[in-house]
C-alpha cells in the first residue's frame, strides 16, 4: 500500500502561482512513477503530468506545458507541481496518484490516489 497526501491548493487569481506538494509513505516511494490529474467541476477527470522514479521521464498535458512543472525528492518521498501562469481554466481538484508504470497518462495505471486538493483561479 501506498499513501498519498495532498497539499497546497488553494484560492489565487490568475496570472498567479501555486505550489502543489503530495507526501507518499508506505512502500519505497523511488520505485513508483508519479502523476498528477485533475477534475474539473462538470467534467471527467485529466491526466496533467507524471514524472519516473528516477526523475528522467516527464510528460505533461499540452494545455500545462510550459506553465506546469513536475518534480520529486525522494529522499522526502515528496512529488511536487509548481503551477505558473494559472488560469481561470485550471481550477479543479488536483490529485497525485502513484504507478508502477513510468510515463503512463491513463488513470487506470495508477494504483494509489490522493484524496485531492482544490485549485480555484479568479479571473
Known amino acids: 500500500q501506498v499513501q498519498l497526501v495532498e497539499s497546497g491548493g488553494g484560492l489565487v487569481q490568475a496570472g498567479g502561482s501555486l505550489r502543489l506538494s503530495c507526501a507518499a509513505s508506505g512502500r519505497t516511494f523511488s520505485n513508483y512513477a508519479m502523476g498528477w490529474f485533475r477534475q474539473a467541476p462538470g467534467k471527467e477527470r485529466e491526466f496533467v503530468a507524471t514524472i519516473s522514479g528516477s526523475s528522467y521521464t516527464i510528460y505533461y498535458v499540452d494545455s500545462v506545458k510550459g506553465r506546469f512543472s513536475i518534480s520529486r525528492d525522494n529522499a522526502k518521498n515528496t512529488v511536487y507541481l509548481q503551477m505558473n501562469s494559472l488560469k481561470p481554466e485550471d481550477t479543479a481538484v488536483y490529485y497525485c496518484?502513484?504507478?508502477?508504470?513510468?510515463?503512463?497518462?491513463?488513470?487506470?495505471?495508477?494504483?494509489?490516489w490522493g484524496q485531492g486538493t482544490q485549485v480555484t483561479v479568479s479571473s
Open positions: 496518484a502513484a504507478s508502477r508504470s513510468a510515463g503512463s497518462r491513463a488513470e487506470h495505471m495508477y494504483a494509489y
